[in-house]
């Protein structure tokens, strides 16, 4: 009955040749299960109704930008992003003029060569270690934490090194490059706790001074490099969040530059964010204001970019794991906002946590996967034994 109700909505929301942008809005909300100003912890309240021609006019960085305006609100974000990412209500939209220009120039543009790849740095991960700091875990990790026997974001965090480490054979003496390190916490714990050679590159100064702070002590290089320019050995490669930002038209050369800096039958580990379908554009307002360049791929793009290279042992998607991460980080980013908020503009509050709810209303729909995929250089002989 209620797919008869909801097919019955969309048609009369065809037929709405006529109708102002308040009726349509409310009709595609309606699809979702979501009512304009209804009662419900996942229903919107529009507090400006300007609301209406914004969301119509730039669909998704509308909707983003609105939200950050404060021109409407809902007490269950994350759910709310749920309902609405899971009923696809996105694919109802025309194409805007603004969809188009970014195909174009993502078609003609190669934005994650080495000078576009800074940009990212400079607007994300150089705004703050305060932030990073209250927002994750002790272990200062900022992907995907591994919950399958975890109790907190640290053990979850911990779980997912141990289990890359695993997969891999990490051993004693074993030189392992660490791609886009981050704060250096799983440089620092394969070398504490597996007694691996750490080489660690990253593109963030912010990042380096930290990594080069806990990695202390500890055999581990940190570098601030850019991928292409590796040039040397390892036994094992691993690239934990960092394969987001390289881009379609480098995925290839990231996965060459990988198999001549690999020893025979050395392995790389991608921990990547993965999308289920192939497209060109992404979502634009997590483009304008989270992360700029940032391309999520499918698994033809992973298949294609290894053709002829590796041979794939493993592919794990644990992606509802990130729903439980990004929910543990907004917690902690709310709890400490306190502390934080005279360092940061005031639109900055609400930018974030419809950044991280969002987030984690679409690995809770589904539209997003987490990817943990192992690459071994001419296979394992005998056969690859699975880790989970």
């Known amino acids: 009955?209620?797919?008869?109700?909801?097919?019955?909505?969309?048609c009369a929301l065809l037929s709405?040749?006529?109708?102002?942008?308040?009726?349509?809005?409310?009709?595609?909300?309606?699809?979702?299960?979501?009512?304009?100003?209804?009662?419900?912890?996942?229903?919107?309240?529009?507090?400006?109704n300007r609301f209406y021609d914004r969301v119509l006019k730039d669909q998704s960085l509308g909707f983003g930008e609105t939200y950050m305006a404060g021109w409407w609100d809902v007490d269950n974000l994350d759910e709310c992003m749920f309902r609405i990412m899971r009923a696809n209500v996105g694919s109802r939209f025309k194409k805007s003029f603004s969809f188009y220009w970014a195909y174009l120039k993502a078609k003609l543009l190669n934005k994650q060569d080495k000078e576009g790849s800074l940009d990212v740095i400079h607007q994300h991960y150089q705004i703050g270690n305060d932030l990073y700091r209250a927002m994750l875990d002790p272990t200062m990790t900022y992907s995907c934490g591994y919950w399958k026997n975890a109790k907190n974001l640290e053990e979850a965090q911990i779980a997912k090194y141990d289990l890359i480490a695993r997969k891999l054979g990490i051993k004693k003496g074993m030189r392992v490059l660490d791609i886009g390190c981050g704060w250096g916490g799983f440089a620092r714990y394969v070398s504490s706790i597996y007694g691996a050679k750490v080489v660690a590159i990253t593109l963030s100064e912010n990042q380096a001074s930290i990594a080069r702070e806990v990695c202390k002590g500890l055999d581990v290089e940190i570098r601030v490099q850019d991928y292409r320019d590796i040039d040397e050995k390892f036994d094992r490669i691993v690239e934990i969040g960092m394969f987001e930002h390289v881009g379609k038209k480098n995925y290839r050369e990231f996965m060459e530059i990988c198999h001549r800096s690999l020893h025979e039958g050395g392995m790389v580990m991608l921990h990547t964010i993965g999308n289920n379908q192939s497209v060109v554009v992404s979502d634009p307002w997590i483009d304008k204001y989270i992360f700029p360049g940032g391309e999520l791929p499918s698994i033809s793009h992973i298949g294609k970019s290894i053709e002829g290279l590796f041979v794939m042992e493993d592919w794990h998607n644990f992606g509802t794991h990130y729903d439980k991460t990004l929910m543990a980080w907004f917690k902690n980013f709310d709890s400490h906002w306190s502390e934080l908020k005279d360092s940061y503009p005031p639109e900055f509050y609400r930018m974030w946590k419809y950044y991280l709810l969002s987030c984690a209303g679409a690995f809770r729909?589904?539209?997003?996967?987490?990817?943990?995929?192992?690459?071994?250089?001419?296979?394992?002989?005998g056969g690859y034994e699975t880790v989970r």
């Not at 009955?1 to 969309?10: D, E, G, P, R």
């Not at 729909?365 to 002989?381: D, E, M, Y």
């Open 16 to 48: 709405l040749q006529q109708s102002d942008s308040k009726e349509i809005v409310g009709q595609l909300a309606y699809l979702a299960g979501i009512q304009i100003n209804g009662p419900d912890p996942t229903d919107i309240q529009v507090k400006d």
């Open 365 to 381: 729909a589904r539209g997003c996967q987490l990817w943990q995929v192992v690459l071994v250089k001419n296979g394992v002989l």
């Open 1 to 10: 009955m209620k797919k008869f109700l909801s097919i019955l909505a969309f």
